[in-house]
């Protein structure tokens, strides 16, 4: 192999200056065209100046980075080389664009020479993910000439700054695209030139409530109007921080970040839809991306509610109706008297209907005592009932979240598990993920991978991933994890119904052809999820009552366990 290779040399200057910048992990894909990434990330990590992951899937390499990116703050690095294995990226590089998640995309690329001719693997690469990439640059291709490792340290940090949102409305993936000629790499020596890379001591990392990011002026609310706080997701504790300065009900979806503190209402899409509470609201203050509701959007396009958002950064702000009164960077509260009758009849109105849902009944402690051998005995069977009772939606929420504390993860797949959620668990300070920034199903295992293998570098913690069978099966493939690569402490917990039962929800599921409906929509699978788990190398456990599932959720986890939960369609 020759001994000089511009490529190498490029690489090794571009990744060098993203570590000096504050970036902490890579994720490599192989391939040929990319291998002068793939070894300088190599060489990098034995150094011990970055965290280097391997997945042989493009898409599931992308959403491992955006999990990264997510748990970080950081943006993570994907590399991939020409051809489909950048197309692969788009679904992670929409999903970072909407939920404003820092992620920067080096390509490889044919040189210009190889362009246009059909040259094998290779396609236009260049602008590919259009307006959603916050910046993006067609690199020329390195040729040893003097002064190229000085232009790839100006570019990464252009790259990470862009990712970050420095100087722009939000953070957001980034696309580097790097044509490269042979040849493609040289051996590199363990020792990178010179000593390990030192990162700059003001590194920044993405934070959306900064205020120093934030761009939109204040609002001071006064209590004059009947107001709730509505916080989507992302919208961070923020917005419960409002709810409790104003004295006002708290509707913050499952994901927001905001659901804790005595303001919460959990029954919020009942009592919105009720005139006596939801047809009095007179300002609604909305915080983040609300997904999980009709209810909501109902609210903030009714003619008489004030619609204020708040939404520090970004271009894109959440307006259903275009009906906002103003847009906003905080929002703050005047001093004055909190109308308590208010806000006391949504957290009683939430509580009935809660407390109507609920199956779990007191055990009768007398009977247990009674000197009756017929009534101990039917205490006995009441009790063993209970315990041995099947699972249903409402259970699997309620004791996933009760496994789950401020040291753990929890991830929760798109579709109907993170409605059952929503509308069931109780206010509870820790921190819940989920791709809903274009609610799509795709990667969420991957996503929850690289958010436990970011948050256990240096802690403690399980993360725990709740998600439909059809969530599951579209990201099978991220349970391959590569050689010599450390499996975080990760729960994947699958309540199978054997298809995609949110689509009978729909008004059109009721009237249409019931085999087509099956076919199309609900697309039953029979997978044996146990054969998989194995095949991956997966630990299985399959809980089919709360017993079972207590115990396996409780259980301690070394590495990867999947945990299959039947469910009644």
Known sequence: MPDGSPATDYSLALLEECI????????????????????????????????????????????????????????????????????????????????????????????LELRGIRSNQTTHQVGIFGEAARFARDIAAPTGAGGEPEGARAIARLAVDAALGSGRASAGPVHLNLPLREPLSRPIPDRVAGPPVERRADVATHDPAAAARITR????????????????????????????????????????????????????????????????????VVFGHPTLSRQVPALLSTDGVEVIVVAPTGTEVYNPGRRAAHVVGAASVVDGGVDRAWLGAWISASRAIVDAASTDVAPDLEAAHSHDPATRLAYVKTEFGA???????????????????????????????????????????ISVHSNRGLAGIDGTVSTSLGIASASQHAGSGVTRVLLGDLTFLHDAGALLTAAGERMPRIQVIVGNDGGGTIFDGLEVAQAADRDAVDR????????????????????????ATRSALDQALTAPTASGTLIEVPLER
């Not at 910048?21 to 040929?32: A, E, K, L, Y």
């Not at 199309?520 to 809980?543: D, F, M, R």
């Open 217 to 284: 002026p204040g609002i001071l609310l006064d209590r004059s109007k009947r107001t709730v706080v509505i916080a989507g997701h992302g919208a961070g504790p923020q917005a419960e921080a409002l709810a409790h300065a104003g004295g006002w009900p708290l509707i913050a979806e499952v994901s927001s970040g905001a659901r804790f503190g005595r303001n919460v209402i959990v029954a919020y899409r009942e009592l919105l839809a009720d005139a006596e509470l939801g047809g009095r609201v007179e300002r609604a």
């Open 520 to 543: 199309v929509l609900y697309t039953p699978q029979s997978v044996n999820l146990e054969a998989l788990a194995t095949a991956y190398g997966w630990k299985y456990v399959k809980a």
């Open 387 to 429: 315990i041995r009772a099947p699972i249903d939606r409402r259970a699997l929420a309620l004791a996933v979240w009760g496994a789950t504390w401020p040291h753990d993860r929890l991830v929760l797949g798109a579709s109907r598990i993170i409605r059952d959620v929503d509308g069931a668990v109780p206010g509870k300070k």
């Open 20 to 111: 000096r910048q504050g970036v902490t992990d890579i994720v490599v894909c192989p391939g040929s065209r990319s291998q002068a990434l793939a070894l300088a990330a190599a060489a990098l990590e034995r150094s011990g100046e970055i965290r280097l992951h391997v997945r042989i899937d493009e898409r599931v390499a992308g959403f491992f980075a955006l999990g990264l990116s997510i748990e970080t703050g950081n943006p993570a690095i994907v590399i991939v080389t020409s051809g489909t294995a950048v197309a692969n990226l788009h679904p992670a590089v929409l999903e970072a664009h909407s939920s404003d998640v820092p992620l920067i995309l080096i390509t490889a690329d044919r040189p």
